[in-house]
């Protein structure tokens, strides 16, 4: 014949005092735990805001083997509304621009305006689509662009203005970078 049995300690016995703290240690605690783990939605502008970190230029190949210089653009940016970037669009017409550019190179030791036609003028560039779940739609993070330099000068300067546009076509703040020397290796920041 098997006995079983459970011994108590007269310290481990529970009290009706003890099972009454641990009822309400069980009905408080999820409660509190649920409160803090909910966090206040931030509030920020609609409208899209940026802020240039920094330029890097560096040596690079392009797809064909050919040596040319590269340029990495990183900034960050903000946006209350969450609508930051565009879907792929379905047709070739569709608008899908939503970072612009301005070039500005150094000519006889003034920055002046470059025209369009500039080899080193950047193409039109679009943030992709980003969007959050939940109630808190303010997107927040760090844009990375790389430019490659074909045809350059060793002692071309150039500075780049620039601005992002969100779904709803409001235009942020204009960024700019530093002054950059293309045939220099390095890093520029503000």
């Not at 920055?111 to 808190?136: C, F, H, K, N």
């Not at 330099?149 to 500075?159: A, C, N």
């Amino acid at each position: 014949m098997i006995k079983f049995g459970v011994v108590f300690d007269h310290k481990d016995l529970l009290t009706w005092r003890s099972m009454k703290i641990s009822k309400i240690t069980i009905l408080v605690l999820p409660a509190f735990l649920l409160a803090a783990s909910c966090h206040k939605i931030e509030k920020i502008s609609e409208i899209p805001s940026i802020k240039f970190t920094s330029f890097t230029i560096f040596d690079t190949t392009d797809i064909l083997g050919n040596d040319l210089k590269g340029g990495r653009l990183r900034f960050t940016f903000e946006d209350g509304d969450g609508n930051v970037g565009l879907k792929t669009p379905s047709n070739d017409f569709a608008d899908s621009t939503n970072l612009f550019f301005t070039l500005y190179r150094k000519t006889n030791g003034v920055l002046v305006t470059a025209p369009d036609d500039d080899p080193l003028y950047p193409s039109a560039y679009r943030i992709p689509y980003m969007e959050r779940d939940g109630q808190d739609k303010v997107l927040k993070g760090t844009i990375s662009v790389t430019f490659l330099y074909l045809f350059y000068e060793s002692t071309d300067t150039i500075k780049y203005d620039f601005y992002i546009k969100d779904r709803d076509e409001n235009e942020s703040n204009v960024a700019s970078t530093n002054e950059i020397v293309i045939a220099r290796d390095g890093i520029y920041k503000k």
